[in-house]
């Protein structure tokens, strides 16, 4: 098969991540830009990197470039591209810009012109035209303009990727599931010992977890990918991957560490417990609602990830207050635990009180947050 180029759309701080994972499926040149990581490889790698990677948003596919300055020129380009390559006239298409030049500042009309090219397109030949469907198109079109440089691709994943398929209900602050698995990864857990998230909501770290530990593809549970909507793709391959997959999953070992998500809400832990149980994952994650002030080691090392709330709807020196339990509790009752927070809320942060190994700042949607890394050594650590 033919090897190709294509664009793998991350968030900001996880490129490496990305690139990490783009490797272990077998992709070439595989080179990080800003919140994205290009490589290469056959339709084989892009099925592959649609269905395993954790840390991708989504796989674009670049098919045709050229130099714009205006709408004119815009229009021209996109003329020039044989568009019935990749749509049929009863076939819906969908178009998206992402514009950062001088020549043009709105990527709503950048989009209208491409989209006038290919209407344009199919009408004089054809007498008649594809037309826009915006929920459930044949094909989704990215058009990416940088200065004068404009590039056509197609949009091979649909829906993000971060939409695994697991979600049925979500709670009022639910992370992002490319995020929660990113977090996952950069605590360096091996679903060796114990893992727990003590503020679990509706359970999106807990099951990213469960995942990783028990490889199953994080694009498993989705319906559709938009590749197997694409004109003359050859989907025998990739039915073949899912099913070699599927067959391994029924026969999932069990878990020999136990993986645990409490949350002091019961509202969320029932709606963390629907989603685990969507995912197949009811016998290898434990849920208990219980309050993080309640909370106590279950074994006598671990990993536990936490995204406490931040705070918006709190007072002050209740939220910093909150933080110091936090730290406190981790330095007393979890020994030997090693544990990662994550919050956009920098001065309550202070109040955790423990030295921090490392720090990393990562987004949560617009937030930005810091992930902060804290070992507890019983007796060494000092509380400030
Ligand atoms: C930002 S949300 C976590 C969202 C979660 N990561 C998800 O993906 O759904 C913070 C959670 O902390 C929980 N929480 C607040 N105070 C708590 C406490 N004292 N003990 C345990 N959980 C608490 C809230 O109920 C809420 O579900």
Request: glycine share 6%; aromatic share 10%; with cysteine.
């Amino acid at each position: 098969m033919d090897s190709k180029t294509y664009i793998a759309k991350t968030l900001a701080g996880l490129e490496e991540l990305l690139a990490e994972e783009l490797n272990g499926i077998g992709a070439e040149n595989v080179k990080i830009l800003n919140r994205a990581v290009e490589f290469t490889g056959d339709d084989q790698i892009m099925f592959k990197a649609n269905l395993y990677l954790r840390t991708a948003l989504r796989i674009l596919k670049p098919i045709y470039s050229f130099k714009t300055v205006d709408s004119t020129s815009l229009y021209r380009g996109a003329l020039k591209l044989d568009w019935s390559e990749y749509l049929s006239l009863n076939e819906t298409f969908v178009i998206d810009a992402v514009v950062n030049s001088e020549f043009f500042n709105h990527s709503g009309y950048v989009g209208l012109r491409v989209k006038d090219a290919i209407v344009d397109q199919f009408r004089n030949k054809y007498g008649k035209r594809p037309s826009v469907d915006t929920k459930r198109p044949h094909l989704r079109i990215s058009v990416h303009l940088s200065y004068d440089d404009c590039t056509i691709l197609l949009d091979t994943s649909g829906e993000p990727l971060f939409k695994r398929g697991y979600r049925l209900h979500g709670n009022l602050a639910p992370i992002n599931e490319v995020l929660a698995a990113a977090m996952v990864k950069f605590s360096g857990w091996k679903g060796d010992t114990l893992f727990m998230d003590p503020m679990c909501g509706s359970g999106t770290i807990v099951i990213e977890a469960a995942m990783q530990a028990l490889d199953i593809p994080a694009g498993i549970y989705r319906n559709e990918f938009a590749f197997e909507r694409w004109k003359d793709m050859d989907l025998a391959p990739w039915y073949e991957m899912l099913s070699k997959e599927e067959e391994r999953l029924e026969n999932l070992p069990a878990l020999n560490v136990k993986i645990i998500g409490s949350d002091i809400s019961q509202a969320a832990i029932d709606i963390a417990e629907k989603n685990v149980e969507k995912a197949g994952l009811s016998k290898h994650i434990t849920l208990i609602a219980k309050s993080f002030e309640k909370t106590i080691a279950l074994s006598e090392t671990g990993t536990i990830i936490i995204n406490p709330p931040y705070g918006e709807r709190l007072k002050k020196d209740y939220i910093n207050s909150f933080y110091s339990m936090i730290g406190r509790r981790l330095k007393f009752k979890f020994e030997n635990h090693k544990a990662w927070i994550l919050s956009n809320n920098f001065d309550a942060i202070h109040h955790i009180g423990l030295h921090a190994d490392s720090k990393k700042i990562l987004y949560n949607g617009a937030l930005e947050c810091k992930f902060l890394e804290y070992s507890m050594y019983e007796g060494t650590k000092k509380i400030k």
